[in-house]
T-cell receptor
Framework: GAGVSQSPSNKVTEKGKDVELRCDPISGHTALYWYRQRLGQGLEFLIYFQGNSAPDKSGLPSDRFSAERTGESVSTLTIQRTQQEDSAVYLC????????????FGPGTRLTVL | AQSVSQHNHHVILSEAASLELGCNYSYGGTVNLFWYVQYPGQHLQLLLKYFSGDPLVKGIKGFEAEFIKSKFSFNLRKPSVQWSDTAEYFCAVPVPSYNTDKLIFGTGTRLQVFP
């Protein structure tokens, strides 16, 4: 497939457990974003990777959230000690270059914390 | 902090009605502007974008948006909506990040069109 893929599509976890979400970008796309979309709300920027530059982590809501990406490959978003307020759809988007490029979104991972 | 505001949270229209969704941004630098759409059960996708030139931008499915610099606005319009336009619409603007731009989205407008 040529699009952005994310896994798992749905994740149900218990409060306090760690979760790892995965994003497979479109091949050759240097920029990768993670967003959070809570029910009835807009897209909340979390983190942005651009090639091998230092990521922009300014949107991460707490130190329980972290993300990694090696070069232009797969990215993982990790949430430690999950809380109920972490329940949301987590979206990944990639662009061929910088932020003014069209973003291509994945289907998202719906996270439910019980 | 830079922000994007969409004042219409939920809009309900009948088919053939005209549509205008508001979008205002606070960033005063060089402006590129986007509208994205999310149809039910589908991914977010680009509807239209403004980079430079003619401030009236045409997008897919008969949508257009007008960039008015003096009003910091980029409102989305369609003269006659269809049931298939039912979706959530997001306005977005790139703002400076550490080494390039990142995209900031508004909170979205949910459009429901009834036959």
């Amino acid at each position: 497939g040529a699009g952005v893929s994310q896994s798992p599509s749905n994740k149900v976890t218990e409060k306090g457990k760690d979760v790892e979400l995965r994003c497979d970008p479109i091949s050759g796309h240097t920029a990768l974003y993670w967003y959070r979309q809570r029910l009835g709300q807009g897209l909340e920027f979390l983190i942005y990777f651009q090639g091998n530059s230092a990521p922009d982590k300014s949107g991460l809501p707490s130190d329980r959230f972290s993300a990694e990406r090696t070069g232009e490959s797969v990215s993982t978003l990790t949430i430690q000690r999950t809380q109920q307020e972490d329940s949301a759809v987590y979206l990944c988007a990639t662009t061929p270059g910088g932020g003014a490029d069209t973003q291509y979104f994945g289907p998202g991972t719906r996270l439910t914390v019980l | 902090a830079q922000s994007v505001s969409q004042h219409n949270h939920h809009v309900i229209l009948s088919e053939a009605a005209s549509l205008e969704l508001g979008c205002n941004y606070s960033y005063g630098g060089t402006v590129n502007l986007f509208w994205y759409v999310q149809y039910p059960g589908q991914h977010l996708q680009l509807l239209l974008k403004y980079f430079s030139g003619d401030p009236l931008v045409k997008g897919i499915k008969g949508f257009e948006a007008e960039f008015i610099k003096s009003k910091f606005s980029f409102n989305l319009r369609k003269p006659s909506v269809q049931w298939s336009d039912t979706a959530e619409y997001f306005c977005a603007v790139p703002v400076p990040s550490y080494n390039t731009d990142k995209l900031i989205f508004g909170t979205g407008t949910r459009l429901q069109v009834f036959p």
